[in-house]
């Protein structure tokens, strides 16, 4: 029994004293190295954080080419409906094409008519331009160009007929003038 008491009390003596020769290590490297590391811990923090972002996105990668890689019946299914938006993409811009040209052609056929009909007024010797643009206005009973022309000329004008905003008058206290010509004078 004595011997067992012994290594008892003898026991906690020998790890006091290892955790005194710990302590007293631990200490004065952390004295020393330790901000160093403090430092090296944090950047070993970030860089475990990016490896793991990464290594993530890796596995996700491959768990998304295996599944492709499994249904090819999704696989399918995608090429045609990418296939099918393209023919109805396609179909609408012909559409468009067939509407564009429509135009075109009845803009032509405008434009040969207006010719045809200059050419005729030209042979009877009237004037081709006021009949050749507008033959609705002289069928149509409205009022005529001469006095659309006198409206114009009854507005009050906005300013007086001798000004001039190059002239440099009659501005007030709103004239410009130009800088001095040579270097500047500064020191």
Known sequence: MERQEE????????ETEGLRFLHT????????????VVFSCILLYVVFQKLSARLRALRQR??????????PDVVVKRQEAVAAARLKMQEELNAQVEKHKEK?????????????????SM????????NAKKPQEED???????SVLKR?????????GGYNPLSGEGGGA??????????????
């Open 7 to 14: 290594s008892l009390s003898a026991r906690p003596a020998l």
């Open 140 to 146: 149509s009973p409205g009022p005529s160009t001469s």
């Open 174 to 187: 709103c004239s410009w003038r130009p800088g001095r010509r040579g270097p500047s004078s500064g020191g």
């Open 152 to 160: 114009k000329s009854d507005r009050k004008p906005l300013r007086g």
């Open 104 to 120: 075109l052609k009845q803009l032509e056929e405008e434009k040969r008519r207006q010719k045809i009909e200059m050419w005729d």
């Open 25 to 36: 290590t631990v200490g004065s490297l952390l004295a020393t190295y330790g901000w160093y």
């Open 62 to 71: 491959q768990l998304d080419r295996a599944a492709a890689a499994v249904e």
């Open 123 to 130: 042979q009877e010797g009237k004037s081709y331009k006021g």
